[in-house]
């Protein structure tokens, strides 16, 4: 049975650092590309990275590139996403999901599509 766990949330100051982890089981991160989401009382939610299954590569969404890296430890069966220079706007519950179809991450920006498999999410707040 799969299931994706999250961790690492918390309070953290604009400018400051934090690394999420997403540990999976029941499946591997070969067969399964694995997202972030986040999500805000109220808001839409909306894909922030994926880490492609077919051949590890990243994608991110325009507001977090440059600041957000995501990277999988295959050995571990662990995704992590470090975000830095964190801003207001970056808090929210944050969502790591797994899809075995979405191969090279084309689709995990896409409002209509959905991810299989979902943990159960970690807050994330930002504020001085």
């Known amino acids: 049975q799969a299931r994706l766990v999250e961790s690492g949330g918390g309070f953290v100051q604009p400018g400051g650092s934090l690394r999420l982890s997403c540990a999976v089981s029941?499946?591997?991160?070969?067969?399964?590309?694995i997202a972030w989401f986040r999500q805000v009382p109220g808001k839409a939610r909306e894909g922030v990275s994926c880490?492609?299954?077919?051949?590890?590569?990243?994608q991110y969404a325009n507001f977090v590139k440059g600041r957000f890296t995501i990277a999988r430890d295959s050995a571990k069966n662990t995704v992590y996403l470090q975000m830095n220079s964190l801003i207001a706007e970056d808090a929210a519950v944050y969502y790591c999901?797994?899809?075995?179809?979405?191969?090279?991450?084309?689709?995990?920006?896409?409002?209509?599509?959905?991810?299989?498999?979902w943990g159960q999410g970690t807050q994330v707040t930002v504020s001085s």
């Open positions: 999901a797994a899809d075995p179809i979405d191969r090279l991450c084309l689709a995990f920006a896409d409002d209509d599509y959905d991810y299989d498999y």
């Open positions: 029941g499946f591997s991160l070969a067969d399964y590309s």
């Open positions: 880490i492609s299954s077919l051949d590890g590569s990243p």
